[in-house]
């Protein structure tokens, strides 16, 4: 997709600001190809650092590439999943597992505990989760535990979640991100052979 004749690679010193903002309005430009909604935004704000333009960007980079990873892995072709069929997988994967937790959207409530996203992750690789470690996710400080340990134990099994705990925490205001999990973990069940961390599987501090 990229036409790297038109990247700048050697930057020359009287025209280096220029020709770093050339780049950053061509990237500007292919996330409109890719229909990503960045009205308002322009090269220069990249270039300039505007972190919240910036990250309107490459936060649909990430969702892209996300959808685009499991197109490829299900019977979707070139077809992006909609959101209402990764809720569905994720529901039929907790049955099947005999899990009695479940998901209405991505913004559904009981998410904020992390203990649906456990479910799921042992649905994936049972026995993977430490059940004793989960808590009862009536406070925040135990919807954040069980967040925490459930992205390390997403990242331990091989799905490339790059979301933090806090997004799975605050599901109301931040669903775009909770999908993101669901669908990281959707592509490493249809890939099973992605890498799995050697790292041994503890809750996160501070959401690392």
Known sequence: ?????????QFHK????MDQIQNCNYAVELGKQLRFSLVGIQGKDIYDGNQTLTLALVWQLMRAY???????CTQSGDSLPADKDIVAWVNEKLVASGKTTSI????????????VVLDLIDSIKPNVID?????????????????KYAITCGRKIGAK??????DIVEVRVKPKMVLTVFACLMARDYLPDMKEASAPIAPMINGH
């Open 131 to 147: 059940f004793g470690l989960v808590k009862g996710g009536q406070t925040n400080e135990e919807k954040m535990s069980n967040a």
């Open 104 to 115: 209405r959207s991505f913004q559904d409530p009981t998410i904020s505990t992390g203990i």
């Open 66 to 72: 996300t959808l685009s990873v499991l197109a490829q």
């Open 161 to 166: 979640i790059y979301a933090l705990p806090e």
């Open 1 to 9: 997709m990229v036409t790297w004749k038109r990247v700048v690679r």
């Open 14 to 17: 009287l025209r280096g600001m």
